[in-house]
């Protein structure tokens, strides 16, 4: 495994800041005025360091069309966020509470107002940037104002897609992450980097590795063959979707034995690479809103929060927040809301799922070991799950009843002892009974 040695023992709280902030959805094709947003975000780092959190994930700060994704400039702060001040003032204050920062780097695509797109656009087939997209000119000769046509990220015509066979290309990724970890970020999340070579990304890590070799690179991979495409393209993680469906989809179908099969999975990855894991990002329905019935919530943290992996938390999801996606424009608008400006706004509702969340985070700091623990499932039913995750010397053991009946189920002699959760140790019988929806983490008593 290549990953920096501090990556194992953080775990994100991510942040979509062009939402959390209430920046306006488009930015205008006018120069817009700097509007100082990120600032906002530092009143809420205290917060993130209670929940447990040990870094800061940010979606995308950088200025584009609408959502982030649509990248323009990527040397420059979106304008709707504020400047290179408030970022060097927010990674300070992350920094000085013990936060990494992981940044968003969009480099499958770009908006279409990004200067070297908007170049050939102007200059046309012997623009310099020409090569840095897959373009298809008309065969005849070229008059200004003629547009060509070009590939896209599946389907978005305002993405434009970047060439990544070109070298000016890689040079270009290249400087832009040495340029904002030189900065003070930690590491980069990449988005859309199942769409990328990985030999792309190969030499362009090699390089910035070389004068940051403490940095972190998570890429962002929704299915495929996760250990090959880490292994070619060296990135040090990718996101574990696999885990994400069978979490939720287990819940709502009464079936543990789909965990089952994506915990055997997981354990296979966790060979080679240590996932990004998670409940919840900026790009689906949120768990609240996905369970069918809320109160198997605190099960899907407690697989989270108890497999191996580096576990990330969705702003708001520590607090029950509902969203849909929905398959449209303005469709993740809806699981990406804007935070009132202090936590004492929050309702009161969400702070028993908060302190859940602190729950489980802290039993995860006092088996650091976690990070790259394996699970053996000792006991299964459609509607009830024990299983040990071990590392490093350590185990723990989790039960599971999703059931609305109390349940009572076996577990091995050394498991007697409740270290977090809600169920009761019978040591007399190897046993821990649960209540309906109940959870239990045991360990070796004293």
């Known amino acids: ?57 940010l979606g995308p700060v950088f200025a584009s069309e609408t959502h982030g994704y649509d990248t323009t400039d990527y040397y420059r702060i979106d304008p709707r966020l504020g400047d290179d001040g408030d970022f060097d003032e927010l990674v300070a204050q992350a920094h000085a509470r013990g936060l990494k920062v992981l940044l968003d780097g969009v480099f499958n695509h770009a908006g279409r107002s990004f200067e070297p797109f908007q170049q050939v656009l102007a200059e046309g087939p012997e623009s310099p940037t020409a090569s840095w997209f897959r373009l298809d000119w008309p065969d005849t000769e070229w008059v200004p104002g003629s547009e060509p046509g070009y590939e896209d990220f599946e389907g978005h015509h305002h993405l434009v897609a970047l060439n990544h066979d070109e070298p000016q290309v890689a ?53 495929g063959d996760y250990a090959h495409e880490v292994q070619e393209s060296t990135l040090d993680s990718v996101t574990q979707y696999e885990l994400w469906k069978a979490v939720w989809s287990s819940l709502n179908d009464a079936n543990f034995y789909e965990l089952a099969a994506a915990l055997d999975r997981h354990n296979g990855f966790l060979e080679s690479f240590t996932p990004l894991t998670f409940v919840g990002n900026h790009d689906v329905t949120r768990l609240a809103s996905r369970l069918e019935n809320p109160d198997q919530l605190p099960l899907a943290l407690t697989v989270l929060l108890t497999v191996g992996g580096t576990p990330s938390i969705y702003y708001g999801d520590e607090q029950a927040f509902r969203g849909i996606k929905e398959d449209r424009a303005g469709g993740d608008d809806a699981v990406r809301p804007a935070f009132p400006e202090a936590p004492s706004e929050l309702a009161q ?98």
């Open 1 to 57: 495994m290549s990953e920096p040695k501090w990556v194992q023992h953080v775990i994100w709280w991510q942040v979509y800041p062009l939402g959390f902030t209430g920046a306006e959805a488009a930015a205008g094709s006018a120069p817009q005025p700097v509007v100082h947003r990120l600032d906002r975000l530092e009143a809420w780092l205290d917060y993130a360091v209670e929940l447990g959190a040990s870094g800061l994930a």
């Open 171 to 223: 040079a270009f990724v290249t400087d832009v992450m040495k340029h904002w970890l030189g900065r003070g970020a930690d590491g980069w999340r990449l988005d859309a980097a199942y769409a990328v070579p990985p030999s792309f990304w190969k030499p362009v890590l090699a390089e910035v590795r070389s004068e940051y070799p403490e940095a972190y690179f998570v890429g962002e991979y929704i299915h």
């Open 349 to 446: 509702l969400g702070w028993p799922i908060y302190h859940l969340h602190q729950e489980l985070i802290s039993l995860r700091r006092r088996h650091p070991w976690l990070h790259t623990a394996r699970t053996e499932v000792l006991a299964i039913s459609n509607e009830h799950l024990v299983y040990e995750t071990r590392g490093d010397g350590g185990a723990l053991t989790v039960a599971l009843n999703l059931s609305g009946a109390t349940a009572e189920l076996s577990v091995p002699p050394s498991a007697s002892a409740l270290l977090a959760g809600r169920g009761k140790t019978l040591p007399d019988r190897n046993a821990v009974r649960l209540d309906g929806y109940g959870w239990a983490v045991l360990g070796a008593a004293g």
